[in-house]
């Protein structure tokens, strides 16, 4: 019996819909499935995302690496994001530059965003 990937076969439509149940991070990783999945996660209209700081309780140096892939994986989905955001949800540590936060939240509006949901929480 052939294995057939019937899923991918589906409209975009249809695959959106099923990535909303999945977090931010799991529908950016459905982008190395394939390349039909590559750009998929930037028509989902609600992006999430949430800097889990408990690396950073440990010592400087893991905290700056974490910092840092948080802005990279906050950065992807933005620059790339082709619809109209309904939800757009971001907590993160004052570690992260004002300016980044600043860009993140401009392009949300940008995207049409309805709902805003931002938590800056100190060092």
């Keep these: 019996m052939e294995d057939v990937d019937r899923i991918s ?8 819909h099923i990535l909303l149940f999945l977090s931010t991070k799991e529908a950016v990783g ?7 999945w590559k750009y998929i996660f930037t ?13 950073c309780h440990k010592n400087l140096e893991s905290c700056i690496l974490h ?17 109209s955001l309904d939800r757009f949800h971001l907590k993160c540590r004052e570690m992260v530059h ?12 940008r995207c049409g965003v309805k709902h805003l949901d931002i938590s800056i929480s100190p060092d």
Aim: glycine residues 2%.
């Design 30 to 36: 459905t982008s190395i499935l394939s390349s039909r």
């Design 67 to 83: 910092i840092k892939s948080f802005i990279s994986f906050v950065d992807k989905p933005l620059s790339l994001h082709e619809t």
């Design 43 to 55: 028509l989902v209209p609600n992006l999430h995302f949430d800097l889990v700081d408990d690396l």
């Design 9 to 16: 076969d589906l409209p975009d439509s249809i695959l959106t």
């Design 98 to 109: 004002g300016r980044r936060v600043y860009s993140w939240i401009s392009t949300a509006i």
